[in-house]
């Protein structure tokens, strides 16, 4: 499932669903979006979104980024970082902006 809003740079085409518990890396050339739970790192050079219902313990390195969730991890970002009221996140954070 995929979503397209105007942007080269925001599209994410990868989704993992509320409920969804993946174990293990992900690595990817395309955006994601996470609503359920991660554990491991996430390596892309699209956008990451991490919803409300969305955890990630591990490390996250990507383009950009928009966290409602959760996130426990290093967190690397090569552009944007933009945190919600309802993101809480435990771990070192790198950005450009």
């Known amino acids: 499932m995929g ?7 925001n599209v994410v085409v990868n989704f ?12 990817s ?7 359920g739970t ?10 990451v979104v991490i919803g409300e ?5 591990g490390e996250i ?11 426990e991890g290093k967190i690397v ?3 944007l970082l933009s945190l919600r009221k309802t993101a809480r996140i435990n771990g070192d954070i790198s950005t450009n902006k």
């Open 3 to 9: 979503k397209y809003n105007g942007n080269e740079n």
């Open 16 to 27: 993992i669903t509320a409920g969804t518990e993946i174990t293990g890396d992900i690595i």
């Open 29 to 35: 050339n395309e955006g994601i979006r996470i609503e």
């Open 38 to 47: 991660l554990t491991g790192n996430l390596v892309t050079k699209g956008k």
């Open 53 to 57: 219902s969305g955890k990630v313990k």
């Open 61 to 71: 390195n990507c383009k950009n980024s928009e966290v409602f969730g959760t996130i």
């Open 77 to 79: 970002f090569a552009e």
